[in-house]
């Protein structure tokens, strides 16, 4: 593979035809096999890099270019499928490179961020792992909780399975081990942590990393378009619930938690 520099623009390509007219210092553009391009922010902060590579999956998104059929942006770094009996590497990649130039290093946000109060009943049942990790972190398992829903915490990317919001972890005072024996099964609206990420896990699914709660609300609608009421750049923040408030919520779903309203349970009392 070939690496090539256009106009400030390091494109990855396979030859002279994938060299494009213009370009920005903070994007790599590299082939991901034969039907994919990896675009990846370089030289660049953690936060405007990810501000960048979300930019440059909106643009891309809002091209509409014939034959791409995902775009994928996550920390740094924005994979680009295709198929490839549609277009080709160098056609994806000379957009690429045009809207990451159009783009400049720090573009401004496009679409405002929405903020979601989640309810969550901590620990027991729910939690079963918050008092190890606070064992870990040495704190109180009041301590974890009062960090965790103490402030809101920004979706960074959606991860698996079925877009799962993977955000910020809480300001704990150092990262949260995964488990040594991963979970066969996690309950769907799960609260985990991990490093210094979060969570919500959005259906039944294997798991590793430590459950502090669990949401009544569904985190996924099946009947909506996107399934996802949440995009990368919203924001989170936990509200503790006692687990006799649960069946208030049960019948919500995130969408109906976006502020300035609070979650409203079935009788119209807020929690």
Excluded at 36 to 48: M, T
Excluded at 84 to 100: G, I, K, S
Excluded at 125 to 135: I, R, S
Excluded at 150 to 157: A, E, K, P, W
Aim: hydrophobic share 40%; charged share 20%.
């Amino acid at each position: 593979m070939n690496s090539l520099l256009v106009e400030g623009s390091t494109v990855n390509a396979p030859g002279p035809k994938g060299t494009c007219p213009d370009g920005n210092r903070n994007i790599t553009i590299a082939d991901c096999g034969d039907s994919a391009l990896v675009a990846k922010a370089v030289g660049l902060a953690a936060e405007p890099a990810w501000q960048l590579v979300h930019a440059l999956a909106d643009a891309l998104n809002a091209v509409q270019l014939t034959g791409v059929h995902d775009v994928v942006p996550t920390y740094d770094a924005l994979l680009v499928e295709f198929d490839c009996a549609a277009t080709d590497h160098d056609t994806v990649r000379r957009v690429l490179a045009h809207e990451a130039a159009r783009l400049g290093p720090h573009p401004a946000p496009t679409t405002p961020p929405r903020r979601f109060v989640v309810p969550v009943v901590y620990g027991g049942e729910y939690g079963p792992d918050l008092p190890e990790v606070a064992a870990q972190l040495g704190l109180t398992e009041g301590e974890i909780i009062a960090l965790h829903s103490g402030s809101d915490l920004t979706v960074r990317c959606l991860g698996a399975p079925a877009g799962a919001p993977m955000t910020d972890g809480p300001p704990f005072p150092k990262p949260v081990p995964r488990l040594a024996s991963p979970r066969t099964k996690v309950a769907p609206g799960s609260v985990a942590v991990a490093g210094r990420q979060a969570v919500i896990c959005p259906m039944p699914s294997p798991g590793g990393w430590p459950l502090l709660g669990r949401t009544p609300v569904r985190v996924l609608d099946l009947h909506s378009d996107p399934i996802t009421a949440y995009r990368p750049g919203d924001t989170f923040r936990f509200r503790p619930i006692e687990p006799q408030q649960w069946d208030e919520y049960a019948d919500l779903s995130l969408a109906d938690c976006t502020d300035p309203a609070e979650p409203v349970g079935r009788g119209g009392s807020r929690g």
